[in-house]
């Protein structure tokens, strides 16, 4: 069944801060940028922005231009999404699930695992993709969230998964959740830690700001030491929650019904060719990164 995104009145019930006054003022300005896929952008894609950005219309107006740019530039992640068989056969793969439950603080919550523990059936690309598009989904029917949660869970992990992770793909997934994803970073959880955690570690870390490490918790195989930020109760059965079985989840389904969603997502991208001075480049993104816009909240 197609999702109804979340209505504008409710939205504003949450008492977030944001006004509609501040939205047609960020609206004003988006009318002023040739550049921007304004006429496709609706108010709710502005209230993400302008909550993200604790409702700093300056910080705003920065996050949105680099938002939609990165859309533009990371091709691997946003170009021509669609649900289509490579996105299914994905999904056949890897399990992508907002969960039910939210953290101690009251924060959305995103669960990741492998279902095939085949590394050379691991597409790591591929699997980072889909987790945007089901993010981009679960914001257009839930809205504004105080804060996100990401777990990924390594059971099943593989020295040679390792080896499927290209620098490239871990610096512009990286670049995007600090600088540019329309939500704010309260925790990163790594589950079930195996014993080349280390290895892990040494390839992502060089691309962590200070404010991510700071919200990065590893978990030991077995450990109960998340129930502390996230109720394991939420969690799916096979790792140790009272959720629903692997098997029982329908985000597939939930896709297949929303496929004109992306369709239209897909045109909210930059024109660089209309920007006002030069045209931004991916070397642009990541030869004179100086500073951020958009901080981490850390409780």
Known sequence: MAIKGISLEDEYKKNTGTTPEDIKKLRDW???QPHLPGEYMT????ILIFHCCDHSAEVSKQVLDLHYT??????????DRAVDNKTEDNLHKVL???LPTRSRNGDAVFYCRLLDYEPRNFEFAKSLRSVLMILDLWQFEEGTWPGFVLIFDLDGLKLGHLTKLDVQTIQQFLYYLQEAMLVKVKGLHFLNAPSFMDRLMMMIKPFMKKELLEVLTIHQIGAKTLDK?????GLPKEAGGEFK???????????????DFFVQ??????VESKRPGKPKTISDIFGSVEGSFKKLDID
């Not at 930020?229 to 109760?233: A, L």
């Open 43 to 46: 108010d709710l894609d502005l």
């Open 245 to 259: 079985t692997f098997n029982e989840y329908e985000m597939l389904a939930r896709l297949r019904a929303n496929k």
């Open 30 to 32: 988006l009318n002023t």
């Open 229 to 233: 930020f996230v109720p394991m109760t």
């Open 96 to 98: 992508l699930q907002p």
């Open 265 to 270: 997502e897909n045109k909210k991208r930059v």
């Open 70 to 79: 990165l859309r533009t530039l990371f091709t691997n992640f946003f170009k």
